[in-house]
């Protein structure tokens, strides 16, 4: 249909500024628009390879791109080889006939894979997950409103579309609007357009407010639109009074959103307001290995902390950079398992002329110092020096990288996480009364700085 191949184009434009023109024209030149369907828009490829190649290292991509399209009937994509065409026939005849706009604005969409299960919970987000799970199981009775604060690509419409996966699936009835604020300000021009058109008024305080829930992502993007912030206290306020849950999103705080009606933030900032911070480099590794599970890809621990301490500003670079060191392996044919590989493949993104510091790293030179194996450090032998040179190897690896200790007891042969916690203290300990064990933990410091 006509209206897809317009999408299409559309997505296409914004794909093509985000991979090179060589990437673009191997895999998406020769795919063709389908139709809508399910509210994914399916696309066909001729080839199977074509189909896996995409879905293996663009989806997030195209994702993104559809989000920034802003049709709110469209959340998701599929790609199909033309044999599997068939499916959607039935599906592909009713998308002949033209839909209306009351329909589309009946719905809210949410994007199947952002659910509390892929969330990854650390200090950086741990209050609003507890937060969003209440409000999933009781909507309207605790927190309300829901004020969601945070830096770009932290999570803040992650977690919005998890409490609208998690409501739904409890209640499948619950009339959900989820939207970001363009949208929204969007639609309240459209209903004054004409002053003497009353239906698009009313369908616009319909909407917006003979719901249960109501979400709106980026409330920032209010500045300077005095008719709409009326609009919204006024539908606020309805929805208030009739006990509806209200989740807002912003990139800062309700005090710091100056340019509103105080009003409007007086009642922003009236129930719970969370926020989500950059997250911990231990988050950041939990997310990498989710991710990669996801993916099916096996990434080592090595490889997993070189990514995560190099890229710390927020979580969807953090997803980028992982898309982009499994596509650099799959086109050189091999496996992200090399230092090296990793650093050429995030060249562009990274400052790769830094020192690599590793659990390896460490061991190393803690085998060197005290002239001991690394398969008797890394084993179960108990010979004095090499358990003091194994808790030693234990403390640095905690302190200089973090790692969590469940990965550092895997590291040392399977240890559980109480002896690694045991190492850790002891040395921490010795290092404040032994001024011998103090001196050796800055040898060997120095020792890992000239590697």
Known sequence: MEDCKKIWNELSIGISNNISTISYDMWFTSLEPLTVAYNKLIIVAKLKSTKQAINNNYRDLILNEIKKLNYSYITDFVIITPDEISVYENQIQEDKEELTKESIDSKSFFNSDFTFDKFVVGQSNQIVYAAAKAISNQPGTLHNPLFIYGGVGLGKTHIMHAIGNEILKNNKKAKIIYCTTEQFVNDFIDSIKNNKDNEQNRRFREKYRNVDILMLDDIQFLAGKTGTQEALFHTFNDLYQFKKQIILSSDRHPKELTFLEERLQSRFASGLTVDISTPDLETRIAILQKKAFYKNVNLPIEVVYFIAEKIDSNIRE???????????????????????????????????????????????????????????????????????????????IYDMMGVPLATIGSYFGGKDHTTIIYARDKIEELIKSDNLVNNQIKDIRNMIQKR
Do not use: W
Not at 329 to 336: N, W, Y
């Open 318 to 396: 953090l997803e980028g950079a992982l898309q982009k060191v499994i596509f650099y392996c799959q086109l050189l044919g091999k496996e992200p398992d090399n230092i090296d590989i990793i650093k050429e493949a995030l060249k562009d993104d990274i400052d790769v002329t830094t020192h690599i510091l590793s659990m390896d790293t460490i061991v190393d030179a803690t085998c060197s110092y005290f002239n001991v194996k690394k398969q008797d450090i890394i084993g179960k032998k108990k010979l004095k020096q090499i358990v003091m040179a194994r808790q030693i190897a234990i403390y640095l």
